[in-house]
Structure formats: C-alpha cells, structure tokens
C-alpha cells in the first residue's frame, strides 16, 4: 500500500519555467490537497479537492493551478515559476472520519 | 478566521527530561478537529493524533500524552523521558469543518522544532 505518492522529490526550475508536480494516491480518499511549507510559517493550504472535476482555492492559490480528473491523481502546476515559490510541498488525502495521509514532499528551488 | 499559536518555536531538552509542547487554537465552529503532526530531519510528515471537539478526555499513547481543555483552546502535548529520536519540528494543526462532505482544511501552527541533547 504506497498511501500518497509525490514526484519529484526535488527540483530546481528557473525563473519563469513550468512545471507539473505530481501527487497520487491508493486509498480511493475523496479529498485531497496541497500545501507548501515555508520557513517559519508552517504549512498552508494552496488548492483542495473534495473529488473528481471538483478543486477550490486554499490559503496561497496565487501562481498554482489544480485540476482532478480521477480520484487517485491531484497534479499541481507552476505555471511561471518565481523565486517566492521556492518552498516544499507537501500532498495530502483524506477521508471521513479518517485522518491525513502526507505524501513525503517535494522540495523546489526557484532561482 | 481559525488560527493555531505555538508560541514555542525552539526547545532544547536534555534527554530523560520530560517536555511540553503548547498549542493554543482560535476557532468559532462548535465541531473541529485537532492534529499534532511530527516531520524528523527526514522531512516527512508523521501523524500522532487526532482529536474531535466533543472528546476532550486526555490520551496517552507510551511516552506521549495529551490534555485537550476546550475551555483554554488548548490541546498540549507532552512527552515523557525524552529520546534522542523525538528531536524533530512538532505542528499543531486546526481543521476546518466542510459541511456536507465532512472532510476538513487544516490550518497549521508554525511548528516547535525540539532538540532532545543526549
């Protein structure tokens, strides 16, 4: 049982560059989300999704995109990399009543 | 708005000793839950426990408890004759109740990052 997956588990983009975090998960969770953590602001929310065609703007949507095809799949997209994005994303799905699983992270350096 | 305070950011703890971490939450929903959250120099993070707002019996787990009192908003967590092992950043975390699907935002404090000193 893998729980959620997260690749890659680190990259460097350059200024202005795209690029497609990918998040998957095993556990047929309804829920799932995205948050980046930063220095000395814990973790917070970027885009969720409470299933399949469904996603909506968390804390820090600005610069990300989300779209959820299938259940097992929330991809999230840089879509002009910028130094303040520099930071580690965490993944996560959920279920009710159940608790959150975290993928191991993805750390992205932006220069 | 929900907000989440650990006011402690750094920790040193010589290890045996016994230590507190302080979450203090700020929410106006009647129905939330509480997480505690451990990530290790490995980065990862670990789930430790979670708690409904109507349960606020506290819980032992080995050498981890933790005292939920509603009436002071906190949900603190102690650990008992400390490890080397336990050094990590510790996250308090609020979530927030999604009505009708019954899965929730979390809200995070930022962190206590212990360091056990063998």
């Known amino acids: 049982n893998a729980g959620v997956t997260q690749t890659p588990k680190f990259q460097v983009l350059k200024t202005g560059q795209s690029m497609t975090l990918q998040c998957a998960q095993d556990?047929?969770?309804?829920?799932m989300s995205w948050y980046r953590q930063d220095p000395g602001m814990g973790l917070r929310l970027i885009h969720y999704?409470?299933?399949?065609?469904?996603?909506d703007q968390g804390e820090v949507p600005n610069g990300y995109n989300v779209s959820r095809s299938t259940t097992e799949d929330f991809p999230l997209r840089l879509l002009s990399a910028a130094p303040s994005q520099t930071s580690v994303y965490f993944c996560?799905?959920?279920?009710?009543?159940?608790?959150?699983?975290f993928g191991s992270g993805t750390r992205l350096t932006v220069v | 708005a929900q907000k989440v305070t650990q006011a402690q950011t750094e920790i040193s703890v010589v290890e045996k000793e016994d230590v507190t971490l302080d979450c203090v939450y700020e929410?106006?929903?009647?129905?939330?839950?509480l997480f505690w959250y451990k990530q290790p120099p490995s980065g990862e993070l670990v789930f430790l426990i979670r708690?409904?707002?109507?349960?606020?019996q506290n819980e032992i787990s080995g050498r981890y408890s933790w005292n939920f009192q509603k009436s002071t908003s906190s949900f603190n967590f102690t650990i008992t004759a400390s490890q080397v092992v336990d050094s990590a950043v510790y996250f308090c975390?609020?979530?927030?109740?999604?009505?009708?699907?019954?899965?929730?935002?979390?809200?995070f404090g930022t962190g206590t990052r212990l360091t056990i000193i063998p």
């Open positions: 556990m047929n969770h309804e829920y």
């Open positions: 708690r409904n707002s109507f349960d606020e």
């Open positions: 996560a799905s959920s279920s009710s009543p159940g608790g959150y699983t």
């Open positions: 975390a609020l979530s927030e109740p999604f009505l009708g699907f019954g899965n929730e935002k979390l809200t």
């Open positions: 999704s409470v299933g399949a065609g469904i996603t």
């Open positions: 929410t106006r929903d009647t129905t939330y839950y």
